[in-house]
């Protein structure tokens, strides 16, 4: 008789030969493909125009829903175009209006975002975020879109200058908490910018200003060429003349557009700490949220930018008369270069705050003539504090002191 045997069955871990701990461990490497489109149109808000309703997924046949998020001024001057255009699309346009000053950038705003997504119950994948407005707005939100069931689709609409060469061309996303500018955020990119100069024709003088601040820095650090141009027009630089959109403005924008992404791309997650795009952005945190009146953003990019021009000087990387040049374009563009609260000392309090920033190092980008720029990690109080001697030498015989009154 054959005897039969029943196999008995073997634990996983002796089948997986996985040895036990505490010499068990796994190693885990993914990568996240990221791609996204900036797209420069004219007449988004005209229903002949496409773009704004293919970016929702709408055929002007299927009705689709999206949720608006869109600045309170913005809305009091386009509201009426942006909800024909959408209803001329058959889109269901949910509305959420929000207020997009500085003193709103917070985590509380991006969280009352989050609300309108879940009171709409937008779906995960297929149903966009719009946001309509400046830079603050398009951090809140994207921020928002973020961290809503760990990523919702967006589409960014920036209407202010700053919003359109700047804010709303990378990926990072952000909000303000304590002291600190932009403290808490996140990398989130949107599906696409939509990009139409024609709204700044409503944009307040000032505020193009703050946006010729961002676009200065890319001349400084990246484009003589464009710094060249800058230094033929900026005078007539206004609204009316960027909506315009002429050869000139045309050229500047695009220039300024082109020359960010070309920095960000090769390093969108800023796993390289040496960015040539926080040239302007050492110093000027600090300043921007101590300054009473406040400072719109690009004023005290110009602020610092003013000082590692000077700084610049000092180290001989540019001449006295290329300082001048790019001190005096701040100045023909309405841009402070200086500021009272701006000491010594809360220099050195905002240089400390970047080497946290910056992993240790300053990793200061000096402009290198106009046009390049180099990094330094060896820069001193004592620098400091001349660098802010030349700039006061310069601003005192020009209008460039913005006192805060």
């Given at each position: 008789?054959?005897?039969?045997?029943?196999?008995?069955?073997?634990?996983?871990?002796?089948?997986?030969?996985?040895?036990?701990?505490?010499?068990?461990?796994?190693?885990?490497?993914?990568?996240?493909?990221?791609?996204?489109?900036?797209?420069?149109?004219?007449?988004?808000?005209?229903?002949?125009?496409?773009?704004?309703?293919?970016?929702?997924?709408?055929?002007?046949?299927?009705?689709?829903?999206?949720?608006?998020?869109?600045?309170?001024?913005?809305?009091?001057?386009?509201?009426?175009?942006?909800?024909?255009?959408?209803?001329?699309?058959?889109?269901?346009?949910?509305?959420?209006?929000?207020p997009g000053d500085e003193d709103t950038k917070n985590l509380e705003q991006a969280v009352e975002v989050t609300a309108a997504m879940t009171e709409m119950g937008i779906l995960r994948r297929t149903e966009k975020v719009v946001v309509v407005g400046g830079g603050v707005l398009m951090d809140?939100?994207?921020?928002?879109?973020?961290?809503?069931?760990?990523?919702?689709?967006?589409?960014?609409?920036?209407?202010?200058?700053?919003?359109?060469?700047?804010?709303?061309?990378?990926?990072?996303?952000?909000?303000?908490?304590?002291?600190?500018?932009?403290?808490?955020?996140?990398?989130?990119?949107?599906?696409?910018?939509?990009?139409?100069?024609?709204?700044?024709?409503?944009?307040?003088?000032?505020?193009?200003?703050?946006?010729?601040?961002?676009?200065?820095?890319?001349?400084?650090?990246?484009?003589?060429?464009?710094?060249?141009?800058?230094?033929?027009?900026?005078?007539?630089?206004?609204?009316?003349?960027?909506?315009?959109?002429?050869?000139?403005?045309?050229?500047?924008?695009?220039?300024?557009?082109?020359?960010?992404?070309?920095?960000?791309?090769?390093?969108?997650?800023?796993?390289?700490?040496?960015?040539?795009?926080?040239?302007?952005?050492?110093?000027?945190?600090?300043?921007?949220?101590?300054?009473?009146?406040?400072?719109?953003?690009?004023?005290?990019?110009?602020?610092?930018?003013?000082?590692?021009?000077?700084?610049?000087?000092?180290?001989?990387?540019?001449?006295?008369?290329?300082?001048?040049?790019?001190?005096?374009?701040?100045?023909?563009?309405?841009?402070?270069?200086?500021?009272?609260?701006?000491?010594?000392?809360?220099?050195?309090?905002?240089?400390?705050?970047?080497?946290?920033?910056?992993?240790?190092?300053?990793?200061?980008?000096?402009?290198?003539?106009?046009?390049?720029?180099?990094?330094?990690?060896?820069?001193?109080?004592?620098?400091?504090?001349?660098?802010?001697?030349?700039?006061?030498?310069?601003?005192?015989?020009?209008?460039?002191?913005?006192?805060?009154?």
């Amino acid at each position: 008789m054959t005897e039969i045997t029943t196999a008995q069955p073997r634990s996983l871990t002796t089948a997986l030969d996985i040895p036990r701990p505490p010499d068990l461990s796994w190693y885990v490497q993914a990568r996240q493909p990221v791609g996204y489109e900036v797209n420069l149109t004219r007449g988004l808000l005209n229903p002949d125009n496409p773009a704004l309703a293919r970016s929702v997924g709408a055929d002007g046949y299927t009705s689709v829903r999206t949720l608006v998020v869109v600045d309170k001024v913005v809305d009091g001057l386009y509201g009426k175009a942006l909800r024909a255009y959408f209803d001329a699309w058959r889109v269901d346009a949910r509305w959420k209006v929000m207020p997009g000053d500085e003193d709103t950038k917070n985590l509380e705003q991006a969280v009352e975002v989050t609300a309108a997504m879940t009171e709409m119950g937008i779906l995960r994948r297929t149903e966009k975020v719009v946001v309509v407005g400046g830079g603050v707005l398009m951090d809140v939100v994207g921020l928002a879109a973020s961290l809503y069931r760990r990523g919702a689709p967006y589409v960014r609409v920036p209407t202010t200058l700053v919003g359109q060469v700047d804010a709303g061309v990378g990926v990072k996303t952000g909000v303000n908490h304590g002291t600190h500018k932009n403290r808490l955020g996140t990398y989130f990119a949107p599906e696409i910018t939509l990009i139409d100069p024609e709204f700044l024709r409503t944009v307040e003088p000032r505020h193009i200003a703050n946006g010729l601040a961002e676009i200065i820095k890319m001349a400084l650090i990246k484009d003589a060429s464009l710094f060249r141009l800058l230094e033929e027009t900026v005078a007539g630089i206004d609204g009316d003349a960027l909506a315009d959109c002429g050869p000139a403005m045309g050229e500047v924008v695009s220039r300024a557009i082109a020359g960010m992404l070309d920095e960000l791309e090769p390093n969108l997650w800023e796993w390289v700490l040496e960015r040539s795009v926080d040239y302007g952005h050492t110093f000027s945190p600090s300043l921007e949220l101590r300054a009473d009146p406040p400072l719109l953003h690009g004023e005290a990019v110009a602020v610092d930018m003013a000082v590692c021009v000077a700084l610049a000087v000092g180290r001989g990387l540019l001449s006295q008369a290329d300082a001048e040049r790019a001190l005096g374009l701040m100045v023909a563009a309405r841009l402070p270069i200086a500021h009272p609260v701006f000491t010594p000392e809360l220099l050195e309090v905002g240089l400390a705050d970047a080497v946290k920033h910056r992993d240790g190092l300053q990793r200061l980008p000096l402009t290198n003539g106009i046009g390049d720029c180099v990094f330094v990690n060896d820069v001193t109080g004592d620098e400091l504090r001349r660098a802010l001697e030349f700039v006061h030498a310069y601003a005192g015989t020009r209008d460039g002191v913005r006192d805060g009154s």
